[in-house]
């Protein structure tokens, strides 16, 4: 369950980092052509590990909210199964958290 948390994040990380990355060169190397390679790397680098970072903090703030609000229940009759609404907001969110943190579920 964690590795396919993680596998989610990795790839949104990714894709994400390689269009703001293509954007960034574009831009760059108008302003200026003799860009080094290595400004290009850093920015990649930096970029990969705050959209990390950023995803992770919004799933578990989406957790937290959808907690507080009712979205999610456990299954009762000493169940750990967790029922997450379907009108929940960024339920996405919550099952990325969910996935991430299997204690999440002892949480609840």
């Not at 831009?27 to 970072?53: K, Y």
């Not at 299954?75 to 960024?90: N, T």
């Amino acid at each position: 369950m964690i590795f396919r948390g993680m596998c989610k994040v990795v790839a949104i990380a990714f894709v994400t980092n390689q269009v703001l990355t293509t954007i960034f060169t574009y831009v760059a190397q108008q302003l200026d052509a003799t860009l080094p390679h290595e400004t290009i790397w850093l920015f990649s680098c930096v970029t990969c590990g705050l959209l990390t970072l950023w995803l992770q903090s919004d799933a578990r703030r989406a957790f937290g909210f959808a907690r507080a609000k009712g979205f999610v229940k456990t299954g009762g009759d000493r169940k750990q199964e967790l029922q997450i609404a379907e009108d929940c907001p960024k339920r996405w969110l919550v099952i990325l958290h969910i996935e991430l943190n299997p204690a999440a579920i002892q949480a609840s």
